[in-house]
């Protein structure tokens, strides 16, 4: 494991990177440093130090408490997306894909619509359909995400469903479903992992997105989006405010990034 | 009769003009005979082993005639009813033993599978001895091993092996081979047609050998169809259709078989 991690520097710095933002996320779970809507006059725009390593707001909060706060709540929602999206995009786009025909031309049809949109556009409009919130913006770019997830998995099962080991199974008497989820759907996991790990970043950029346009987590609770959009009016008065939000941001893509790149990597090696 | 097929057809839809690619097509196969079916690429002979298996997608052609199965028509059957036959009473081997399996299945459960399916009421003890048992009788060495294998773990040769133990552990009555060993090197290839003689001799499965290798067919069928653009040619025991051959095709065909003389 360690020799395998040394070989693979992308494998490293991507378990690194997420495994200290993962750990800051689940600390901040059961203590932050300070309570993150705890305000005072005094620590207004307080520059990084020793009491603050992350300096203060323009209300005198602690940003490091904060970060944490906001950053396990895009964690949060960025995995509930990717779980929503890729479940559904994995059941429809098995069926398109091993089934063919007239439910395949259908939902393709119906998923090359949505796929026209930006998903954070097409979030946007199921977000002003059920409301802001955290769970309403789960669900709204968890069904944004559904058409690329959708596409993948039909494309691969199809690829798959040519090959001789299915058509071995059918004739041992497997029914479809057996077929889809026992002898198909272990052979794109690979593919599968890449794009959940893919889709993950995507959905952690499109949640600071929605936030940083008011309509993610709702203040008093803190997220990295309205952090970023907050701290834009305070850019030269306090730079730390903007940079360590978005420096967070940076890292949690960064490193889920590496490690999607390091575990493909891996795989290849292994095969 | 194990097999009866009779005026058998398929014809193509997919296009805009209808395409003809099986017609008239009439054989029987009894228990426990080994039939071969000869014919170029083309000739529509995959097509109709894939027919008999009742592995034809239901749209998009259209299929003539019958194909009797102990006197049942698999073309016409429920889909359900099919599938009870599938995997248990016909099975069938393919070409490429590189894709025929799983690659993320280990090979016990690959062969067990018709297990798990056609006999629920076996427990998992009695499915590893039976798979075990068949791994062994395809002359398979170590086969605890192979068992908890992964196909990339395996060579081609020891792939197609295991194909033809995941096919007969149910005890099929047919066993259709496709191609089985254009895929293997020749040394192989002898093996698995010697193999495929014993397992016929001694579980009296009847066997549809289909290749294009006359010499293949010549060593391993007691009877042949030669075939040629979706039509039977001619049809006969094995001896009779290679010393005596009535139809200018097959003539043709045996006379392309390469003879090696090394006195010359």
């Known amino acids: 494991m360690i020799k395998k991690l040394r070989q693979n520097p992308d494998l490293l710095f991507g378990t690194i990177f997420t495994g200290i933002l993962l750990l800051i996320v689940l600390v901040g779970l059961i203590h932050t440093p300070y309570p993150t809507t705890q305000m005072s006059a005094a620590d207004k725009f307080a520059a990084p130090g020793l009491m603050h390593i992350f300096g203060c707001d323009q209300y005198g909060r602690d940003i490091f408490s904060r970060v944490m706060e906001g950053l396990g709540s895009t964690f949060v929602i960025a995995l509930f997306t990717v779980l929503i999206g890729s479940v559904s995009g994995v059941l429809i786009g098995s069926l398109c894909g091993y089934f063919g025909g007239l439910l395949d031309d259908a939902l393709m049809r119906v998923n090359d619509v949505l796929f026209s949109f930006p998903s954070i556009l097409l979030a946007l409009v199921i977000v002003s359909l059920l409301g802001t919130g955290s769970v309403n913006v789960t669900l709204a770019l968890g069904i944004a995400f559904v058409p690329s997830f959708a596409r993948i998995v039909r494309s691969e099962v199809k690829k798959q469903a040519a090959l001789d080991y299915v058509q071995s199974a059918r004739l041992m008497g497997a029914s479809h479903f057996r077929i889809i989820f026992v002898h198909i759907l272990p052979n794109i996991l690979p593919v599968l992992a890449s794009s959940v790990m893919i889709g993950f970043n995507n959905a952690v950029l499109a949640e600071a997105g929605l936030s940083y346009l008011g309509i993610g987590v709702q203040p008093p609770r803190a997220s990295l989006g309205r952090m970023l959009s907050e701290a834009q009016s305070f850019l030269f008065t306090a730079p730390w405010y903007a940079i360590f939000p978005g420096l967070t941001i940076v890292l949690l893509v960064l490193g889920f990034a590496l490690l999607a790149e390091g575990m493909t990597e891996g795989g290849r090696d292994a095969s | ?264």
């Open chain 2, 1 to 264: 009769m194990l097999l009866e097929v009779k005026d058998f057809g398929i014809e193509f839809h997919d296009h805009d003009r209808p395409e003809r690619v099986v017609e008239d097509l009439d054989f029987s196969l009894d228990t426990g005979e080994i039939l071969g079916i000869v014919g170029e690429s083309g000739s529509g002979k995959s097509l109709t082993g894939l027919a008999i298996a009742g592995l034809l997608p239901r749209k998009k052609l259209k299929k003539e005639g019958a194909i009797l199965f102990e006197g049942q028509d698999v073309l016409r059957m429920e889909r359900s009813a099919l599938r009870e036959l599938q995997g248990d009473e016909i099975c069938m081997i393919f070409q490429e033993p590189m894709t025929a399996l799983n690659p993320t299945m280990r090979i016990g459960r690959q062969v067990e599978e018709a297990l798990r399916i056609h006999h629920k009421e076996m427990d998992a003890a009695a499915r590893k001895e039976r798979a075990l048992l068949w791994l062994r009788n395809v002359e398979l060495e170590d086969a605890e091993r192979v068992y908890d294998s992964y196909p990339h773990e395996l060579s081609g040769g020891m792939r197609q092996r295991v194909c033809i133990a995941a096919a007969m552990v149910g005890g099929p009555k047919l066993l259709i081979a496709d191609e089985p060993t254009t895929a293997l090197d020749v040394t192989v290839q002898a093996q698995i047609i010697r193999l495929l003689q014993r397992i016929n001799e001694e579980e009296k499965v009847a066997i549809l050998f289909v290749s294009h290798d006359l010499s293949l067919i010549r060593q391993i069928s007691d009877n042949v169809l030669v075939m040629q653009k979706g039509r039977l040619v001619e049809k006969g025991p094995v001896e009779k259709i290679f010393s005596e051959p009535r139809e200018e095709y097959t003539k043709k065909l045996i006379a392309a078989i390469p003879r090696v003389n090394l006195d010359e």
